[in-house]
């Protein structure tokens, strides 16, 4: 479930003691404020403001908070009215009413500034580089997709993107870093999010930055700048949310979406929102796994993109699956199938390639896996085999689902053979996600492991992947 804003009580920002806390940015002394006013832990601070509770600790000892993310995240968790942004140093938020269908009613702020995003952005890819504490301690918060979600329908997007910078920006430009994200979208298939993570945070920063701080381009070439650099920089995300880096993969999905809507690309935006909703599910968030992914259908819609509506049901089932509710994942999986056969291929982006039969017939099989019905989902995710053998990772995947089936349907030996093949590769791929799926795999086995291939398979994976998560 969503973590609620915290409810401080009547006059607490209009208190002596508060105002002059966040006058000087003394955030160490703003959460002890809010501890004593409101009975919330460390703990509870943390996960509304999206930090882990060791470093809510280690800023109430007294570490600076300067980032302005980071700022903004703690203002927006703690209901922080407008006035007190602005003390604090943050631009105010005018406040409307505007549910997305499938979310909660909220507060929603809009009129964000494009040159507010891509300082938050670049704030977060040098983060990122010098590998700061504060996102180490990030932690993964569903309410953290609530408001980046809402803010897509709401806020502007008639801002022009210009700017009369020192360095001339052009279509060259662009096409380098498209083919920069192309090349690191395969190295992030073939090997995992864990192979050249790094290497990608440090282009954002180093190469990408100075484009959009220093630039001088146009309108029609700044969003166009924009659209290529939220596309990377929502790759980054999936690679950290693919090492299991959950807070810092939200935050990377959350600029991504921003700089989307500031470029006024509907369609990558709903691939980000897919993406968000996939991710969400993933941790067991399966009701703002089916929220993001209502936002994705509607903005794919919107965009007239029908593939991106068939992704955005599939992962509207996946998370339908999660939850147990058969019938809503059954009606969501027919819409998607029903969708993508009537969907005109030939002009679909580059970063949509991957979304085809098998991609398809694998989320089938996660679906019916995660509802019991395991008959169902053997015939799918057999099928998903039929793949283009450059999704290394997705082959890996697709092998350990169906070993997991065959583990479900009583046949543990055939489960440890076809786990095997999925460990061979995994064990070639830096992939957080293909590691406990095999985990969970060889636990699933582990009532059988008197029965030799059994034992074998288990020892196999205790000795190639040791302690890797």
């Keep these: 479930m969503p973590v609620d804003q915290l409810q401080t009580p009547d006059g607490f920002w209009a208190r002596e003691d508060v105002r002059t806390a966040v006058r000087v940015r003394d955030i160490g002394s703003l959460f002890r404020l809010l501890a004593r006013h409101t009975g919330a832990s460390q703990t509870r601070i943390g996960a509304v403001v999206g930090l882990e509770q060791g470093y809510v600790s280690r800023v109430i000892a007294g570490r600076k908070v300067t980032s302005i993310d980071v700022l903004e995240r703690i203002a927006d968790?703690?209901?922080?009215?407008?006035?007190?942004?602005?003390?604090?140093?943050?631009?105010?938020?005018?406040?409307?009413r505007h549910p997305i269908p499938g979310s909660?009613?909220?507060?929603?702020?809009?009129?964000?500034?494009?040159?507010?995003d891509v300082r938050a952005a670049t704030q977060l890819w040098e983060g990122d580089v010098n590998r700061r504490d504060m996102l180490r301690q990030t932690v993964f918060s569903s309410a953290g997709y609530t408001l980046p979600?809402?803010?897509w329908f709401t806020a502007p997007t008639t801002q022009p993107v210009t700017q009369k910078g020192h360095?001339?920006?052009?279509?060259?430009?662009i096409d380098t870093i498209r083919e920069m994200t192309s090349t690191y979208r395969r190295l992030d298939n073939q090997h995992?999010?864990?192979?050249?993570?790094?290497?990608?945070?440090?282009y954002l920063n180093r190469e990408v930055t100075p484009l959009l701080t220093e630039g001088r381009y146009d309108p029609a070439t700044g969003r166009k700048l924009l659209a290529a650099v939220a596309e990377l920089t929502q790759l980054a995300g999936w690679q950290a949310y693919d090492t299991a880096e959950h807070g810092l993969?939200?935050?990377?999905?959350?600029?991504?979406?921003?700089?989307?809507?500031?470029?006024?690309?509907?369609?990558?935006?709903?691939?980000?929102?897919?993406?968000?909703?996939?991710?969400?599910?993933?941790?067991?968030?399966?009701?703002?796994?089916?929220?993001?992914?209502?936002?994705?259908?509607?903005?794919?819609?919107?965009?007239?993109?029908?593939?991106?509506?068939?992704?955005?049901?599939?992962?509207e089932a996946h998370a339908h699956a999660a939850a147990r509710d058969e019938r809503a994942c059954t009606t969501a999986l027919h819409q998607?199938?029903?969708?993508?056969?009537?969907?005109?291929?030939?002009?679909?982006?580059?970063?949509?390639?991957?979304?085809?039969?098998?991609?398809?017939?694998?989320?089938?099989?996660?679906?019916?896996?995660?509802?019991?019905?395991?008959?169902?989902?053997?015939?799918?995710?057999?099928?998903?085999?039929?793949m283009d053998e450059r999704y290394v990772r997705g082959k890996a995947f697709n092998l350990t689902l169906l070993a997991s089936i065959h583990a479900h349907n009583g046949?543990?030996?055939?489960?440890?053979?076809?786990?095997?093949?999925a460990l061979t590769l995994t064990s070639q791929l830096r992939s957080a996600r293909a590691v406990r799926y095999l985990r969970d795999l060889q636990t699933e086995l582990t009532a059988h492991r008197r029965r030799p291939a059994v034992r074998h398979f288990i020892n196999r994976v205790d000795v190639a992947l040791g302690q890797r998560r």
């Design 336 to 386: 998607a199938e029903q969708t993508l056969d009537r969907a005109d291929r030939s002009s679909d982006p580059q970063w949509l390639g991957y979304f085809d039969e098998a991609y398809l017939s694998a989320k089938f099989g996660h679906c019916f896996h995660a509802l019991g019905r395991y008959q169902q989902a053997e015939r799918f995710t057999a099928r998903s085999l039929q």
């Design 411 to 421: 046949e543990p030996d055939r489960a440890s053979v076809i786990g095997a093949k």
């Design 77 to 96: 968790g703690c209901g922080m009215p407008d006035d007190t942004r602005m003390s604090l140093g943050l631009a105010p938020r005018h406040q409307e």
């Design 249 to 315: 993969a939200q935050r990377y999905l959350t600029h991504a979406l921003n700089l989307a809507q500031a470029a006024d690309d509907s369609g990558l935006g709903a691939e980000i929102l897919a993406a968000m909703s996939h991710q969400a599910t993933y941790l067991g968030h399966n009701a703002s796994g089916v929220d993001l992914a209502r936002a994705a259908r509607q903005t794919a819609q919107r965009a007239g993109l029908a593939v991106l509506t068939a992704e955005a049901l599939v992962m």
């Design 149 to 151: 979600a809402l803010r």
């Design 104 to 116: 909660p009613r909220g507060d929603v702020p809009n009129d964000r500034s494009w040159r507010e």
């Design 192 to 202: 995992g999010g864990g192979h050249a993570r790094e290497t990608l945070a440090r």
């Design 167 to 173: 360095r001339s920006v052009g279509q060259p430009d």
